[in-house]
């Protein structure tokens, strides 16, 4: 069993920035991706952003392209998703989610999950 803790929400202004933190334990870390999904009040889980083990592959929702970047440190176990630009929408709690495979967008490809850090971005 993998165990992902992410860390690094907080409260910023619409425009501003965060980085979170993915620290997984557990097992080997590849192959193994790591993708990360958001969930707002009253609305479902979605898609943000993946990247392969080696770090070679990303998949973005279209949403967040060119605003974020997702990037790991395998020698850490860690995965990070850097959030530029960020509008009061986009206010949900952040999930780190991980599994073996490609860079998937489904939710139902990803075996392992963290409890979630919140991300507020007041307007």
């Not at 425009?15 to 933190?21: A, I, K, T, V, W």
């Amino acid at each position: 069993q993998v165990q992902l803790v992410e860390s690094g929400g907080g409260l910023v202004q619409a425009g501003g920035s965060l980085r979170l933190s993915c620290v997984a334990s557990g097992r080997t870390f590849g192959p193994y991706a790591m993708g990360w999904f958001r969930q707002a009040p009253g609305k479902k889980r979605e898609f943000v952003a993946a990247i392969s083990w080696s770090g070679g592959g990303t998949n973005y929702a279209d949403s967040v392209k060119g605003r974020f970047t997702i990037s790991r440190d395998n020698a850490k176990n860690t995965v990070f998703l850097q959030m530029n630009s960020l509008k009061p929408g986009e206010t949900a709690v952040y999930y780190c989610a991980g599994g073996v495979g490609g860079v998937r967008s489904s939710e139902y490809e990803y075996n392992d999950w963290g409890q979630g850090t919140q991300v507020t971005v007041s307007s």
